[in-house]
């Protein structure tokens, strides 16, 4: 890339960024007038009520952005489209909580527009060296997908910055990994706006947070990665699956130990509970920012490991997956977030 191209990119993500930022207190103001607050109750860590609709900002900056560097296609159509729908269906969360279906109608129709209008389609993967082509079962995985990501950054968005914080890490890895490669396109031009837009949002929401994103946020954060991941595949920015998922390893983690607990315990996968991952650590002492903190630098890890993978070394790469993955399975085993120890006092009783 030249210096014309660094500077576009700096540009890509410095206007985003101070749009963002400037027009967060203002939706803040908003929030608060048509209600959209986050209440307080057990299961949550904020005390007092929390003006939600940043994921509005987010989404503004995020269209500022493609009026400036974006260029008019079909499947840009659908990605535009796609997210609106998700915006509304999170801003009417935000006002009054949905029931979980009526959300996986707006997630579904998102995913539909995006794999049926955009042609955007995960026809095939490779994972440590194995090849998967799915033919016609590319249609519902790339569905699956698609909701995978929306919720898992639904599910992880649960203190101050953390969902912001592990999607602006994982813009900035595909960035550098589109930069290393020498590549520009539509992917890598999203991914430098909502690098911007999201680290814009962050000034606003990291603790103490003064605004949440609310689900039309965190939708559409998710709704974002999965794009880029589905448009990297096509210009083979991230040739693995491996690159995205192990980015996104403690949204992921979280989301299946969520589902497997609740299963567990006989209850629906949708039911709310307090074992999260984030909830480990709190449980453990550590304050909410140094929780976050922690959890941006297992991101950041990994995502150190997908660029040497991907850029250096697949064997260095591998290893160093390997031993992350060891510690994190360690640190699911030895706390609730798959299944409740019993307590130290419970067991004395027992004894």
């Known amino acids: ?34 209600g959209a607050l986050d209440i307080p109750n057990e299961r949550k860590v904020h005390k007092t009520p929390m003006p939600r609709l940043g994921g509005v900002g ?51 129709i998102a995913a539909l527009i995006l794999v049926f209008y955009g042609n955007l389609l995960l026809n095939d993967v490779s994972f440590f060296g194995i090849y998967f082509k799915f033919g016609w079962f590319a249609y519902p995985v790339t569905i699956l997908f698609v909701l995978g990501c929306i919720n898992c950054l639904n599910l992880i968005d649960g203190l101050d910055g953390l ?11 595909i ?12 992917s890598v031009v999203i991914t ?36 880029i991941t589905l448009l990297g595949f096509k210009t083979i920015i991230t040739s693995s699956i491996i690159i995205p998922l192990c980015i996104l390893i403690v ?14 315990k006989g209850e629906s996968i949708g039911t709310p509970d307090k074992s999260h991952f984030h909830h480990q650590l709190l449980r453990r002492n550590y304050s909410i920012k140094v929780t976050v903190l922690i959890i941006y ?7 150190f490991a997908s660029i040497i993978w991907l850029i250096v070394d697949k064997e260095i790469g591998y290893t160093i997956y390997g031993i992350l993955m060891l510690t994190l399975t360690i640190f699911v085993f030895r706390t609730d977030i798959l299944f409740e120890h019993k307590k130290k006092d419970e067991k004395n009783e027992l004894s």
């Open 251 to 264: 949204p992921i983690l979280d989301t299946i130990c969520a589902i497997v607990r609740r299963k567990l």
């Open 1 to 34: 890339m030249n210096n014309t191209n660094i500077t576009t990119i700096l540009l890509m993500v410095f206007i985003p960024f101070v749009f963002v930022a400037l027009i967060i207190p203002f939706i803040k103001n908003i929030a608060f007038h048509v």
């Open 192 to 227: 430098f706006i909502m690098l911007g837009s999201t680290l814009g949002f962050l000034i606003h929401n990291f603790n103490p947070a003064k605004i949440f994103m609310g689900d039309s946020g965190s939708m559409f954060l998710g709704f974002i990665i999965a794009v």
């Open 297 to 303: 630098l297992i991101t950041a890890l990994f995502s």
């Open 163 to 173: 969902a912001g914080g592990i999607s602006a890490i994982f813009f900035l890895t």
């Open 58 to 108: 987010i989404y503004a900056g995020f269209l500022l952005g493609y009026m400036i560097f974006g260029e008019h296609t079909p499947t840009m159509n659908s990605i535009l489209i796609g997210s609106f729908v998700l915006l509304i269906t999170g801003i009417i969360d935000d006002i009054k909580p949905l029931q979980p279906l009526y959300k996986l109608v707006g997630q579904i």
């Open 175 to 186: 960035g550098i990994i589109a930069y290393c490669q020498g590549r520009i396109g539509l």
